[in-house]
């Protein structure tokens, strides 16, 4: 179908952008890759009066890694991500996650900015951002506030983003010594969305965890930020330990059922996630083989 | 603001100005205004890959961009590359290897085939493969079509296939 009708406003600055979105409100949706805006658009799913196109505000481009953060400009495009140097050294998980986003065509235009404010429960980029504990950075007719990613989410499309206020760029912490990350999902195919997805940032001494953040993504409305990665820091990880955070991981999950997946194969896949992660982590590949089931 | 929008873009080589409504997408822009009917148009929410096409030298879905967003933008499509004997023996070898029996697709499989082909001098399946995940055809079962992609990679790097 075609997208019926609307108005177009191109944004000149961010406040040009916010003053837009102030005055027109929910009536309005920012487009900046319209990657998912544009099939809801075309589907007829939504209907915004006035699209505000953010394309040409260039102080919403660009990656700046300063002492120990790296800044990353809402309107960074996913193929940017995959093959940017700065990225691949200095947060190397995303590096992984975004080859798992949609295919080539769809990942030149797609934005990082767009990816958050659109908030689909089971996309990756979401997920990479909790458990990297990134600060979200929002602007709005008062000013700019900073949010922290596991707080940025709240529901399916759904974010604490007001109508007037604008997403502007993610800042990233840089990886602690000794970090190690994981990515991995569960799809049908290659470049869908996950059946269900894990990505892990950790801090490894020897052959200990002493740091783990494990944001599970297709698991429930939003990324989930696992509370039982801390049944597995500071222990030696036997096959025991690791049974008993798969249980309790089981207890603390409760994925919804759609056409994809059951609750139980959902949280049953969450499990198999579990276990590969903390095997890949530790370089431990007899964990993974799937005793802690 | 719902009034038309001018633009002024390049579109396979020559340079176009016209006036758009916003609504309009990039492959109806293409397809009806320009007439450049190569651009195909499947399933318009992104998924098919019927409708890839060239915009400043990355491929794109032309069913997810506006005609309004591509002012000031260079598009190739098809037609361009068709006519300018860029993509020659790729076309060639979809033909040699059966890579095609409908054709809706083709246009879309040759500018992501191509994209590829540009990134890496001699692709193997696997890569092809992913390269291609974005784009459907409903005839060949894709056997063909990655046959096609690598021979053309591998006689483009001088080896036969």
């Avoid at chain 2, 396979?12 to 190569?38: I, M, S, W, Y």
């Avoid at chain 2, 059966?98 to 879309?108: D, E, R, S, V, Y």
Wanted: net charge negative; hydrophobic share 45%.
């Amino acid at each position: 179908m075609k997208a019926s009708a609307f108005s177009y406003a191109r944004a000149t600055s961010v406040m040009n952008a916010i003053e837009l979105l102030a005055a027109h409100g929910d009536r309005a949706k920012v487009l900046s890759g319209g990657q998912s805006l544009m099939p809801a658009m075309n589907l007829r799913l939504i209907s915004p009066e006035l699209i505000v196109d953010i394309g040409d505000i260039a102080e919403l481009r660009g990656i700046a890694v300063t002492g120990d953060t790296c800044r990353i400009g809402a309107l960074t495009r996913h193929v940017d991500l995959l093959n940017l140097p700065e990225i691949a050294a200095h947060v190397p998980l995303l590096t992984e996650a975004i080859s798992h986003v949609a295919h080539p065509a769809i990942r030149n235009r797609g934005t990082i900015g767009g990816s958050l404010a659109h908030a689909d429960p089971a996309a990756e980029l979401p997920a990479c951002m909790v458990a990297l504990d990134a600060t979200i950075i929002v602007k709005g007719p008062t000013g700019e506030r900073r949010v922290p990613a596991q707080d940025f989410f709240t529901g399916i499309y759904e974010t604490v983003l007001s109508a007037d206020e604008l997403l502007i760029a993610v800042e990233i912490p840089a990886p602690p010594k000794n970090a190690a990350h994981f990515f991995r999902e569960f799809a049908r195919r290659h470049g869908d969305y996950g059946i269900v997805g894990l990505a892990a940032q950790a801090v490894v001494e020897g052959d200990v965890l002493t740091g783990l953040r494990l944001a599970f993504f297709a698991v429930s409305d939003r990324p989930v930020l696992a509370k039982t990665a801390t049944k597995l820091l500071n222990v030696a990880v036997t096959p025991a330990v690791l049974a008993e955070a798969s249980k309790a991981l089981g207890e603390e999950l409760d994925p919804q059922e759609d056409q994809q997946a059951s609750t139980a194969m959902r949280r049953h896949l969450a499990k198999v996630l579990l276990a590969r992660c903390v095997a890949a982590l530790l370089a431990r590949p007899e964990l993974g083989a799937g005793e802690a089931l | 603001m719902t009034a038309a929008l001018s633009i002024s873009l390049h579109v396979n080589g020559e340079r176009v100005e016209a006036q758009v409504l916003p609504r309009l997408n990039l492959a109806d822009f293409l397809r009806e205004h320009l007439k450049l009917t190569g651009t195909h148009v499947g399933c318009e929410h992104g998924v098919c890959g019927a409708c890839t096409v060239r915009v400043n030298g990355d491929i794109v879905r032309s069913c997810l961009m506006l005609a309004a967003q591509t002012h000031g933008a260079t598009i190739e499509t098809i037609e361009g590359l068709s006519d300018s004997g860029e993509i020659a023996d790729l076309q060639a070898a979809f033909r040699d290897r059966n890579a095609l029996q409908c054709g809706f697709c083709t246009p879309g499989m040759l500018v992501a085939a191509q994209d590829l082909l540009k990134q890496e001098a001699e692709p193997n399946r696997e890569r092809i493969r992913e390269h291609l995940s974005g784009n459907y055809c409903r005839c060949t079962g894709y056997q063909a079509i990655i046959d096609a992609v690598e021979d053309t990679g591998r006689a483009r790097m001088g080896r036969t296939p």
